[in-house]
Each structure stands twice: as C-alpha cells, then as structure tokens.
C-alpha cells in the first residue's frame, strides 16, 4: 500500500470510528420509538346527527355490562328502545363508518324506519358473559329458580339496565320499549317477567322459546345437528373468536363421515362447551327443558306488558315459539290489549330486511316494510311517546300466503274477519297415494312402504349441503320454500296428492299429523311435508310451473310416541298412531293448484340420523346401531292415516 493510500485510509477509518461512537451510544440509550398511537382515542364526532355513549352498567351483584346508548341529536323527552345481545352491541351499532344513525344501525336487529323517522334513542347491550359485558355466559340463562340458583338472570338484568338508563339518559322520557329477533327475541321475554314499571312494551320477534319442542336445538326428539357449529362458536369464547371448521363441502358428507353427532361433536373438542355437554345429558324433554320454556314460564306471570309477537311463516329457526307464547298467554288477555301477534312471509328475521320475496316466491310488495311503518312504529308509538296516539291495531294481524294479502284478524286462528270458523278437518292419504277428504274403502293395498336406509339418508335440501349461512352462496333461510320435486322422486319418500282445485282451499292455524305407521326397527323418525302444488305451467313465472312449496313441515322421533320424557323402544311391525302438530300456516291453495303430503324417515343432516334400532342416547349411537327398516304408513279403514287440515269454512 502506498503512504498516500495508507493516509487515506487511516483518515477514513478515524472518520467512520467517530460516527460510530454516537450511534453505539444512542443505541444503547434509546430501546423503543415513541408510539404514534394515542392512550385513548377521542373522536371528535364533528357533523355526526347523534351522540354515542359507551357506558358500563352494574348489575346487582356488581357485574357491569357494556351498553350503547345513540342519542338523536336535540332529542328531548325521547322514548328508548333497548335490544339485550349476545352478537356485540359495538358491532350492531358501528355498521358503517358514517356520521349518520341510520348508517350507524344499518345491522341485524334494527327496523331503521321506525328507530330514524321514530326518534328514538336506541340502546343495545352485551348480555353477561359476551363481549364487552363482564360475567360469566350460559346459553338462554334460565331465570332463578331449579335450573339457575344464582340471584340473577335475564329478567333481573333487564330490570336493572333500565333502572339506570330512566335515571341516566336526560334526553329519554323515561319510557322503555324492548325488542329483538331470535335470542335478541327471547330477551324481550325474560323482560316482562317481574318487569320495570318503565318498560312500556315489549317486541319478541323469531323467539327462541322451547328449545326442545321446536326451536332451535331439538324438533319433537330430533336434534338438529346442523346447529352445532352455532354452539361452538357462540359458546366457546366470550368474543366468538374459535371458529367450527369443516372437513368438506358438503355437510351431508360431514355429518355422515363422523357417524352421529356425538363423534363429531368429541372430534370438534365441542364437550370443553357447557351448553353442549348439558345436550348431550339431555336428550329427552326433562325438566332441564321444561323449567325453561317460556311459554310455560310465561304463563305463570301476571299480563302488564303490551306484547307484540312476530312470527315468521317460513322460519327456518325458530318457527315454533312465538305461536306457543300466544297459545299460552292470549287466553288470559281478558281486555284484548296485551298481546298482539304479528304472522309474516318471511324467513328467520326477514321481518327487518327486505319482504318482497322469499327463495322463488314473490309477494307482490315489500311485506317487511308494510309491517313496520303501519304495524310497528304506531304500535311503538303509542305506547312509547309522550300522549302517543291511538294505534289502530288489529289483535291478529296476518299475511295471507297464496292470495298475498294482509288481514286483520280478532284471534288466531280466526280464518277472517267475521262470517267463518276454522273447522279441523282430516284429508286422508288414500291407496294409490291419492288424497282426499273421505276415509279409505277397504283395498288391496292397505299400505304404502319404503325403505328408509340410514346409510343413504334423504336430504333436507338439494346437495351439496352448504352450512347455515346468510349469504346468497350457503341460502339456509331460504331452504323451508325450497322445491320438494327432488325429494318426490325417491323411493324412500311417499308422494300422496290430490286432484287439481276447482275452489280455494284456505287453511288457517295448524295441521297436525296423524300417521297409522309401522317399522321393521325399533325406533324410527317420521317427517311429514304439506305442499302447495303449482299448476304445471305458470304465465308469469315460467320457472314456477310444477314447483312443490312446503307449507308446514316438521318432524317426529318415534321412541316419544308415548312420552316426551321418557323414551320407549317401538314394538317392530305394529301399526302405531303418531300424532304431532306442523308449524302454524295462514295459506290458501289456489284453483289450478294440487295438494300434496309427502311422509319420509330421514331429514339430513340438519337432523341427526335415527339409528333405527333403540339405543338409550342416540347421541352416542355406534355404526353397528345403524339398520335399514321397512316403513308401512296405513291407508285402511280402521288405519286411515290422515294430515288434519285446519279448514277455513264460512259460518
């Protein structure tokens, strides 16, 4: 290396060594950037039309629960209407990035043109135990008593949420209404048990009622498995963060693959779930399912709330509530002003969105919004405003499915207005799988049978078999009107129809199931489809012609032919009576129209399969329980299975 070379590089080595100092030192000194986050941060809200108020609310035994109260702005005297969720109050009440209410609220659980043109102040709060609330969750917490030993519950929390709210919102009236959908909808229930004197009016709309009965966990024994994944996500974590998982598809192949819901629940880790393992133990309609029943509870309560019921025709969740509520209840409402029922066209929550159509079927208007701007917000009104004006509100207020039409009814069922009775009346499934209204004559065939193979099980809806989703792709709230020509066309399911109508045919109520039946097992399902036929071409809707639309529809686990509680083996190759009542229906079958019964044993996989050999928890049933049976439904006199129809008649 030359001196001039050696010089430079020398001076260099002394320069770099002299940042280097610093640089080591400040390392050394500084371990972290400051954040550019702040602590808290305080939007300003500038040219929002409402105020926002993130409270916590002590409960009486010091539990807080996280509240959202949106204020209109300049409200005065303002009623409130509050919704009780498990679903997140932030996330119902930030549906969009606006500095508008009606953006704000643009989610489940809000009927926007009554809470915006209303001015209401709208209050959502997370249940104990999800979310933002503190506590500890248990599904559908029962009210105190032998299922829930603890000094609070719904009915308690409710009381106290609006305690606070009439003392602390200076805005409000002083006067509270509730409502929800589904188990938004079974709150407003709990509410009015023991309720505060400033809850003026509660709306249960869907309502998970009986979870066993016919709601969302069981139908008459049969579990509805498809619903697990509800369960795990919703009661596995307080925020929802664990997610079902599937391992194909299509459920049908999921379901099948794992054997019974019991394996597929162990292989999920779904037993670490509380509510799932009080399922499992629970199987048949006991006292764990009985003390929660609301339609029971309800009926042992004094009436001091106005209630309005909202049920859905085609709920494909909850389809049984809401109509036992008013069984139970609308005989004791002595001044017909308590309890209201509202009967729509619509799927689980429907009510809310948009009612112009449901799947294929067509409305001719928006029923949805008719319900609310002249059924909901004076109803709301009236007993929620300062001297609110009178509300001309029917008892009954039902959509007639088939003409499309609202009326105004006294009861239900009432069948219409004045001049006419509903007359139970039996339309009997005949030998050549016909139908008609008088009992069968002796035949050769005093029977139809099938085979129900549960290795081949009929589906519930054409596969794949998507989960119960919401969006246009998986369709679940859709499936109830689906066309049942796929399930017509098997050899396992029997098809009995009527001749073509010449009159209509008006049902109002509910038809029950009455199946002389036997089978080669020992246990077995009974699914039984009344459907609207359509003529075979349609002007107007070309894709209409043929199509069958279910009107009622349930299903019935044979082993509680005797007992709801107690299960028993059925005696094999004995013809049986199964009776059992189908979902409520407000419908007329037009001329040009058929009526078709349609009876199968499998309805998969949103039930579980019947093994077709008793075993004591089918929850547990092993691949050896699994056995084709022959099925026999009864078409003889003395035998004569029938599907009663709740006629529509004039006086």
Known sequence: ???????????????????????????????????????????????????????????????????????????????????????????????????????????YDN?????????????????RGKYGSEGDYVMNRPLHGPQNPTAVDHATDTYDTIDWLVKHVPESNGKVGILGISYDGFLPLMAVVNPHPALKVSVPMNPMVDGWMGDDWFHNGAFRQQNMPYIYNQAGTRDNA???????????????????????????????????????????????????????????????????LVHSLWDQEDIYGDIAV??????????????????????????????????????????????????????LDRYLKDDGPAADIAPVTAFETGTNAWRRLPSWPAGCAAGCAVRPTPLYLQPGFRLGYTVPAAAEAP?????SDPAKPVPFRARPTLPTGYDALHSWPNWLVDDQREASGRTDVLSFTGDVLTAPVKISGQ????????????????????????????????QMGGYQLMIAADIFRGRYRESFETPKAIDAGKALTYRFALPTANHVFLPGHRIMVQVQSSWFP??????????????????????????????????????????????
Not at 281 to 295: G, I, K, L, R, V
Not at 519 to 527: E, H, I, K, L, R
Request: aromatic share 10%.
């Open 1 to 107: 290396m030359s001196s001039s070379v050696a010089r430079r590089w020398f001076a260099a080595s002394v320069c770099a060594l002299a940042l280097a100092a610093p640089r080591a030192a400040l390392r050394a000194q500084v371990t972290t950037l400051p954040s550019e986050t702040p602590a808290k941060f305080v939007p300003t809200n500038a040219g929002f039309d409402h105020e926002r108020r993130d409270v916590m609310i002590a409960m009486r035994d010091g539990v807080k629960l996280h509240t959202v109260v949106l204020i209109p702005k300049g409200a005065t005297r303002a009623p409130m209407l509050l919704t009780r969720t498990p679903y997140n109050a932030n996330e119902l009440t930030t549906h969009n990035a606006s500095a508008h209410l009606a953006s704000a609220l643009d989610g």
């Open 242 to 308: 664990e997610k079902w998982w599937t391992t194909h598809w299509d459920d049908y192949d999921m379901f099948m693959e794992a054997g019974s819901a019991g394996e597929l629940g162990r292989r999920r880790g779904l037993e670490q779930v509380g509510f799932w393992r009080k399922i499992l133990e629970h199987p048949s309609y006991d006292a764990f399912w009985q003390d929660q029943a609301m339609d029971r509870v309800l009926a042992k309560q004094p009436l001091t709330v106005p209630m309005m």
């Open 447 to 451: 029977y139809a049978e099938y085979v």
């Open 511 to 542: 038809a029950v199931a009455n199946l002389i039946a036997s089978t080669s097992g020992t246990d077995a399902d009974w699914v039984v489809k009344l459907i609207d036929v359509y003529p075979d071409e349609v002007a107007q809707q070309p």
């Open 326 to 379: 008013y069984k139970a209840l609308k005989p004791r409402d002595t001044n017909n002003d308590k309890i209201f029922l509202v009967l729509g066209p619509w799927h689980h929550g429907q009510e809310i969105d948009d009612g112009s159509s449901l799947g294929a079927i067509r409305f001719e208007s928006n029923t949805s919004l008719t319900f609310q701007r002249e059924v909901l917000r004076p109803f």
């Open 606 to 651: 949103l039930y579980d399969r019947n093994p077709q050999t008793f075993v004591p928890n089918i929850f547990w049933a092993k691949p050896g329980d699994y056995r084709k049976a022959v099925q026999r439904v009864f078409s003889a006199p003395g035998q004569a299975s029938f599907v009663e129809l709740p006629l529509v008649v004039a006086r």
């Open 111 to 127: 009927a926007l043109d009554v809470i915006i043109g209303g001015g209401y102040i709208r209050v959502v709060q997370d249940i």
